[in-house]
């Protein structure tokens, strides 16, 4: 059967718009995931890490010894390197500690740069990896203004302590970093920081829900993000 | 069709040349074999600075490979006579410079059985896919260009006239290589040092310095070593660019001082300090400044002195000078530096590994390797038998 | 004349890499016995008919690790309606073929087609420590 040029273009048209229109509509209706991070109640442990230790037994996160190889999903940093520039010598919240991971921005620089989009968006916010594609540039570790990646200097399974058979580890010459528990909000599941937080210090939640816990959270408390003058809209708030 | 037969000659010295390059690629190959068995943390490199020495030996490169144009624009351009005989020198130089650029890239990838995904996931919002994309078009063009214009020399006659508007094409494809590797940096938020607009004039005006000072060294070695002669001429109007360009360069470079430390940012100065005076005492990069402003400000005094400039003895001298501060400037300090402090205000130094230095040296060893070839094909084409049996005259730069 | 030597040298060194194959795979042992991968024993049919699972498992594979990764897909329907989860490990292994040696190794070393999925994907059925991993640095 043949059809005219005519209807040819209005038919690829009309497809081209209603895919778009899908995307639009899933991106506004579907969830939105972020995480806020109460500072007051994460201090009330000292020298408490069971998130971090969390997501490296869940990921198979290596623990390597040398410094310059070391490999992070969510750590401890001090308050004036991970918040720098927002709170001055008189205020008493700069000796909290604070948890730094991946901040899943709504603009991130990381997908900006991935010369083969091993490193993309989800339309539920999540910045992914797909470490079958990864050719290990780093470029995107290079683009990153919070130091959230790592890469894999060497083969890292020397340093898996106590593997996890469920969930994959990486190959050497990938970049890696928190992907917010992907595998297991996709069961319905809080991602294993949350889970593990003695102090139930951080939420993690739908920000399109105006109802979910994290917006009730937001919506009440005072929270500020990291670097927020590079427009890259962090989703991983800090409650102060 | 290549003219290959041209490369072999009974030279003694030839060989022998030929022979230590070998040595230092097979070196090399050796050390990129470990690389790829154990990964890349037999670098110096580090969570903190991810992108060391190769990356920046590439960045470099790619301002010689671009100079070429320095020689073209004038010839085909402006009809100036006095390039005539070097234009092939210079597009020979760019070939084997976008050679070891792409050779850098590709030993600093940690999967690089996978860098054909640039090219099956094309990706224009990411300035790397462009980078790949402008050098390898560089070098089909000047590979084009110099065959065949080099080809109707020989068969005395002239090139084809479509190779024309080819020509005229490479003259700002060179510089957009250039512009597009400033690109692949200077659109980062999260780095300061490479956050500046002036990042892509500052790299083609010291990539117009760095060529072709390499360029005038390349053309007296070959006029001291060979029976060629290189028209004094083109060396003269080549240093006078030489001049300009580093003038220009190393202006640039003090308005960045101006504005990083004028402002009192903290984080727009960080990394210059770093560079030039350490920061928390680590001063690993600070004498290598130093030597490369050094270097910079006496090879000015000997480039604008006229007497000096075409001294036959101080012009090679001078840019010597010019090329090492370039290369230490780019090649060494600007890669690096802008990853200290880490965006969490870490500072972790830098130093490459010796199998890092070795991988490097055995990639410079492939672009001389290409580069002597090239050359010793061109200079054949040109002069017939470029080592006879009897001692050559020793013939300098003459008219 | 002179250079016969060198010409009698080069010949033999051709002989011998040329013919390299066949003396090879007879001083390795190789015989014309065919891969005999070890079926499931549980399992009396593949996810999809063997015809396809036999031509087609790479691809099949390759829209799974897209599916899951890129597009947050987990499921699979089959053709003939069943639903699987997709993993590596977790189904095709834990649920069906047990561990690599037995299955996908003896038609992949058989064919020489090496394989980077054990790279990162955990074989639920080797140990630890045959894996790469060393307990306790």
Not at chain 1, 191 to 213: H, M, W
Not at chain 2, 14 to 34: D, E, K, P, S
Not at chain 3, 28 to 55: S, Y
Not at chain 3, 78 to 87: E, L, P, R, T, V
Request: aromatic content about 10%; some cysteine; charged content about 15%.
């Amino acid at each position: 059967m043949t059809i005219s040029r005519q209807t040819f273009l209005r038919l690829s048209g009309l497809s081209l718009a209603a895919v778009a229109f899908r995307r639009i509509a899933r991106a506004v209706t579907g969830p939105k995931w972020g995480m806020a991070i109460d500072l007051a109640k994460c201090a009330g442990q000292d020298n408490c890490t069971q998130c971090a230790a969390a997501c490296r037994q869940a990921h198979n996160v290596p623990q390597i010894p040398d410094s310059r190889h070391e490999i992070h999903w969510i750590w401890k940093e001090p308050f004036n390197r991970a918040l720098p520039n927002q709170a001055d010598e008189y205020s008493t919240i700069s000796s909290a500690p604070v948890m730094v991971m991946c901040n899943h921005c709504e603009h991130p620089p990381c997908v900006r740069v991935c010369p083969t989009q091993a490193t993309f968006q989800r339309e539920d916010g999540i910045v992914a990896m797909d470490y079958h594609r990864c050719i290990g540039c780093r470029y995107c570790m290079a683009a990153c203004p919070y130091g959230s990646r790592s890469f894999n200097w060497q083969d890292p399974r020397p340093y898996i302590a106590s593997p996890n058979p469920d969930f994959p580890t990486r190959t050497k010459g990938v970049v890696e970093k928190c992907n917010f528990c992907s595998e297991r909000i996709s069961t319905g599941r809080l991602p294993a920081c949350v889970e593990a937080c003695p102090e139930k210090a951080l939420t993690f939640g739908n920000l399109n829900d105006p109802n979910s816990a994290i917006r009730q959270l937001l919506g009440s408390r005072r929270h500020i993000r990291r670097k927020p003058e590079l427009g890259t809209g962090p989703k991983v708030f800090y409650i102060v | 069709m290549f003219m290959l037969e041209k490369a072999l000659s009974r030279n003694r010295s030839y060989w022998l040349w030929i022979a230590c390059l070998l040595c230092a690629i097979g070196a090399g190959a050796i050390c990129y074999l470990r690389q790829l068995d154990r990964g890349l943390g037999i670098t110096g490199l580090s969570r903190d600075v991810t992108w060391g020495l190769y990356i920046a030996q590439f960045t470099f490169l790619v301002g010689v490979a671009a100079s070429a144009v320095m020689v073209v624009l004038p010839y085909y351009l402006h009809h100036c006579k006095a390039f005539a005989k070097i234009t092939i020198l210079g597009e020979f130089l760019a070939i084997a410079a976008v050679v070891m650029c792409m050779l850098f890239i590709f030993v600093d990838m940690g999967q690089p059985t996978r860098v054909l995904n640039v090219l099956l996931y094309p990706t224009p919002h990411s300035i790397m896919f462009w980078d790949m994309v402008s050098l390898s078009g560089y070098l089909v063009l000047n590979a084009l260009i110099a065959l065949l214009t080099l080809k109707a020399e020989r068969e005395g006659t002239v090139a084809p006239r479509w190779i024309k508007p080819v020509i005229l094409l490479s003259i700002p494809w060179a510089v957009s290589i250039h512009t597009v590797t400033a690109f692949l940096y200077n659109g980062l938020p999260g780095r300061s040092l490479w956050l500046t607009a002036i990042l892509a004039p500052r790299f083609l005006a010291s990539a117009f310095a760095s060529g072709p000072s390499l360029l005038i060294l390349l053309c007296l070695l070959v006029a001291k070593v060979t029976r060629t002669d290189v028209p004094r001429e083109a060396v003269q109007k080549l240093a006078l660019i030489v001049t300009y360009a580093m003038a220009i360069s190393v202006f640039f470079v003090l308005m960045e001082f101006f504005t990083s430390f004028y402002s009192g940012i903290p984080e727009h100065a960080e990394s210059l300090r770093y560079m030039f005076v350490g920061l928390d005492g680590h001063t690993h990069l600070a004498p290598w400044m130093w030597l490369s402003m050094s270097l910079a400000g006496l090879s000015l005094v000997l480039l604008i002195v006229p007497r000096y400039r075409q001294s036959e003895r101080l012009l090679p001298v001078a840019c010597a000078m010019v090329f090492v501060s370039l290369w230490i400037d780019k090649g060494i300090g600007l890669i690096v530096a802008a990853f200290v402090p880490s965006p969490l205000g870490a500072i972790t130094e830098y130093s490459p590994s010796a199998p890092e230095i070795m991988i490097a040296l055995g990639i410079w060893a492939v672009g001389l390797l290409i580069l002597t070839v090239l050359y010793k094909i061109a200079l054949s084409v040109r002069e017939g038998a470029l080592f006879s049996p009897a001692p050559a005259p020793r013939v300098g730069v003459s008219a | 004349m002179r250079d016969r030597p060198i010409i009698f040298t080069g010949l033999a060194l051709f002989l011998v890499l040329v013919t390299f194959p066949a003396w090879h795979n007879l001083s390795a042992g190789v015989t014309t016995r065919g891969p005999n991968p070890v079926l499931p024993r549980d399992q009396k049919q593949c996810i999809e008919p063997t015809a396809f699972m036999k031509t087609s498992h790479m691809q099949l594979l390759m829209n799974w690790r897209d599916a899951v990764v890129r597009q947050n897909l987990r499921q699979f329907t089959a053709s003939d309606g069943k639903h699987y989860n997709i993993g590596l490990t977790n189904t095709c292994l834990k649920q069906c073929h047990g561990g690599k040696a037995d299955f996908c190794d003896r038609c992949h070393n058989y064919s020489a087609v090496s394989l980077t999925c054990w790279n990162c994907h955990v074989d639920s059925q080797k140990g630890f420590a045959n894996q790469g991993f060393r307990s306790a640095l």
